[in-house]
């Protein structure tokens, strides 16, 4: 896979086929760009499809310093990648921890946003004890990943397929990117404008109250449940799935003509 060099650290990525408007899916945590082989063809089959890999995810470096693992580094990372790609406006995509750098981008990069395409995602905390406890547990699985190594993610679905280069490197992540500082997210959504698609799995109960709110909160979002799926209903489902991202690449597309 090609990389793109960044002061942090090298970053893995791929495209897969032509068209617009273009789609980059960011993976979620402890997952890679792997994730999404069994969507590719159907997204690619009309579009431009970017994927990476997260600092400290599958071939993307994995520095020793931990300031390059923040949110702030990670949207630097997409920011850079649409740049080097020459891509002006794309729909954003993203699974889980992917899902929320795909809204914190939406709301810093409006103008390079065409949509959204929200899996197993959730928009944040606004209460500041849910927030510590979410990071407690961020932080919990950053020791276990010292502990045990790859073991430690799970054998969850969306984890299948994909390689990493450093567990050192997925336990920064764990400490500096899966975790969060405030409600900024959760706050903006009301003024993110453009197309959403909501995926969840009709398994992953944990995240039905965040699809809800989100669906209620972003001013153009549709919620889609999948049946027979987890936390990565990409890769459950993959053809109910793909069905439904090309449904809404198309209506994406529409009204990008239209503009």
């Known amino acids: 896979m090609p990389v793109l060099a960044r002061p942090g650290g090298s970053i893995s990525y791929q495209v897969t086929g032509s068209g617009y408007p273009p789609l980059l899916l960011t993976h979620g945590f402890g997952a890679t760009a792997a994730m999404f082989r069994p969507n590719l063809t159907a997204a690619a089959a009309g579009h431009q499809v970017v994927t990476w890999d997260i600092r400290g995810h599958g071939g993307s470096e994995s520095p020793a310093d931990s300031g390059s693992y923040s949110a702030a580094a990670a949207l630097g990372d997409m920011t850079a990648l649409l740049t080097r790609l020459g891509i002006d406006r794309a729909v954003l995509g993203g699974h889980s921890l992917g899902g929320y750098l795909s809204l914190d981008f939406a709301l810093g990069h409006p103008g390079q946003v065409a949509g959204l395409v929200l899996i197993g995602t959730g928009p944040g905390f606004r209460n500041d004890a849910a927030r510590d ?31 990493h280069r450093d567990i050192a490197g997925l336990a920064r992540a764990a400490r500096h990117t899966l975790t969060q500082r405030d409600s900024h997210v959760l706050d903006g959504l009301p003024s993110i404008g453009v197309p959403a698609l909501v995926v969840v799995g009709a398994d992953d109960a944990a995240f039905h109250a965040a699809a809800d709110y989100m669906t209620a909160k972003l001013p153009r979002a549709r919620k889609v449940v999948i049946p027979g799926a987890g936390h990565a209903p990409n890769v459950d489902q993959p053809a109910r799935f793909n069905a439904e991202l090309r449904a809404f690449l198309d209506e994406v597309a529409a009204a990008e003509a239209a503009r």
């Open 133 to 163: 406890d979410w990071n407690r547990r961020a932080h919990k699985t950053a020791a276990r990943l010292e502990e045990r190594g790859l073991a430690a993610l799970g054998d969850r679905s969306e984890l299948h397929g994909g390689q």
